[in-house]
């Protein structure tokens, strides 16, 4: 009875093993450009950090490839040092800065940079306040 349970164990911990081989395999090869996640934030010292921290740890956890492009419109808070700060820990952060409210010009030139097979989200946070709100979105899409 005991060899019955240890061969059933055995079986089952070779099938979840296989199974995240796979994905890991998989996510790899269906990524290959990765994901360029493009966010306008003004004025956002209250959340930018909790929201940078936590999109790198969901893409770290799903090893997707991961881009953040940070698009600053005139802030006049600390976000660009933040942001700066942040950026030296992490190469996957770039860090924009615009004074038009919505640069188009701007936009195209990251898109373009981007190659247009690769996924490219972008997130306008200028309006949100809460970042419990804007988390689980940015992780769904991540992660």
């Not at 450009?33 to 909790?50: D, F, K, M, R, S």
């Amino acid at each position: 009875m005991l060899a019955l349970l240890i061969w059933a164990l055995a079986t089952y911990g070779l099938i979840v093993a296989l199974f995240n081989l796979f994905r890991y395999f998989y996510v790899r090869s269906s990524l290959e450009g990765g994901i360029t996640l493009v966010l306008i934030v003004c004025n956002a010292e209250a959340y930018i950090e909790g929201i940078l921290r936590g999109i790198a740890y969901k893409a770290f956890l799903s090893r997707k490839e991961l881009r953040i492009v940070v698009v600053d419109t005139g802030s006049q808070d600390a976000t660009r040092k933040i942001v700066g700060r942040m950026q030296e820990r992490d190469p996957r952060i770039e860090f924009v800065e615009t004074e038009a409210e919505f640069d188009v010009e701007l936009i195209r030139h990251l898109w373009s940079h981007n190659g247009s097979d690769s996924p490219y989200v972008l997130f306008d946070l200028r309006r949100w306040k809460n970042p419990r709100k804007i988390i689980p979105s940015l992780a769904r899409i991540v992660g």
